[in-house]
């Protein structure tokens, strides 16, 4: 089945070291989406890319969409002990008439102040 | 807050039994995503409507079923449960099929 498989499952960084998640489809993906769910908490939306080669930056934090549209990063420069929580790419897979957001497994980050 | 209104918070109920979860999407969301998050684990996506028709199933038991109604709150029914079905329940929302999804604050389910 269509599947969007997400790496690392976990990572523990120490503050001001930096955070990279990856993302990868089994298939081309309409958009990429990124949520950020805290300890306790629930999914959060934070950024979604369309075009091919997409780069899009929120402060500290970077997006990127591959050029073939099956893959997707997230880097956080100088991690800080707000960025702990987990990370989910969502993508947008087109089947027929249906739309269905297929979420990634997750990276957890710690970060060790 | 991101509008999405999901009761109850918590339940704890006994094997064999059936739940129903309410989710409420944010006004103006004609989709609705039903999501299961076991401890520690990802999202599994369960299933999706669409201004009241069923739109896309994942990975959804038999024993599970949910629907839309006209006003379009979202049910989920959870029916015969295990052991194994205790999760985090989240329910989102959306315009459309796509853009970005609202998540609720999730039912805790806790089967004994």
């Known amino acids: 089945g269509q599947q969007v498989m997400q790496i690392p499952q976990y990572q523990h960084v120490q503050e001001g070291e930096d955070f990279t998640t990856y993302c990868n489809s089994s298939t081309t993906l309409s958009n990429i989406q990124w949520y950020k769910q805290r300890p306790g908490g629930h999914p959060v939306f934070l950024i979604q890319?369309?075009?091919?080669?997409e780069v899009k930056k929120q402060k500290r934090l970077t997006f990127q969409f591959g050029e073939a549209k099956k893959n997707s990063s997230l880097h956080i420069t100088a991690t800080q002990t707000t960025d702990v929580g987990t990370y989910f790419c969502?993508?947008?897979?087109?089947?027929?008439?249906?739309?269905?957001?297929?979420f990634g497994s997750g990276t957890q980050l710690t970060v060790l102040p | 807050d991101s509008g999405v209104t999901q009761t109850p918070k918590h339940l704890i109920t006994a094997t064999g039994q059936r739940v129903t979860l309410r989710c409420s999407p944010r006004?103006?969301?004609?989709?609705v995503y039903w999501y299961q998050q076991s401890l520690d684990q990802g999202l599994q996506f369960l299933i999706q409507y669409y201004n009241g028709e069923e739109r896309a199933k994942g990975n959804i038991l038999e024993r599970f079923s949910a629907q839309q109604f006209p006003d379009l709150h979202s049910e989920l029914n959870l029916s015969s449960l295990e052991l194994g079905d205790s999760a985090l329940y989240f329910c989102?929302?959306?315009?459309?099929?796509?853009?970005?999804?609202?998540f609720g604050q999730g039912t805790r389910l806790t089967v004994v």
């Open positions: 989102a929302s959306s315009v459309g099929g796509a853009g970005e999804a609202f």
């Open positions: 969502a993508g947008k897979i087109s089947s027929g008439s249906a739309r269905q957001l297929t």
């Open positions: 890319l369309v075009k091919s080669g």
């Open positions: 006004s103006g969301d004609l989709s």
